[in-house]
């Protein structure tokens, strides 16, 4: 059983920088695919970026390209989402999500074990 716990949101102004954390234990971290989804008011989850547990391989949702970077201390079981240029449509609750797999899928449905959230606003 793997227990995911997020934080470092809060509110902050567009154009501003958040790094979210998201700290796990229980299971084998390091051969764990880790995962950023999040849900805004009135919308389903959207995967935002994954990381392999190699730290190898990421995956990033389009809108978040470029301004948006995954990583992951294995060591200290604990991955990171340093998120840079905010707008106001990135505000949400951002989910940490977790499967023993190898690979870094983009539906929710493959993923395992989820953290309780945490929220990001952005004002304008």
């Known amino acids: 059983q793997v227990h995911l716990l997020e934080s470092g949101g809060g509110w902050v102004q567009a154009g501003g920088s958040l790094r979210l954390s998201c700290a796990a234990s229980?299971?084998?971290?390091?051969?764990?695919?880790m995962a950023w989804f999040r849900q805004a008011p009135g919308k389903e989850h959207e995967f935002v970026a994954g990381i392999h547990w190699s730290g190898g391989i990421t995956n990033y949702e389009y809108s978040v390209k470029g301004r948006f970077t995954i990583s992951r201390d294995n060591a200290e079981n604990t991955m990171y989402l340093q998120m840079n240029s905010l707008q106001p449509e990135d505000t949400a609750v951002y989910y940490c999500?977790?499967?023993?797999?190898?690979?870094?899928?983009?539906?929710?449905?493959?993923?395992?074990?989820w953290g309780p959230g945490t929220q990001v606003t952005v004002s304008s």
């Open positions: 229980g299971g084998t971290f390091s051969r764990t695919t």
């Open positions: 999500a977790a499967a023993p797999i190898s690979y870094v899928p983009v539906h929710r449905d493959e993923y395992d074990y």
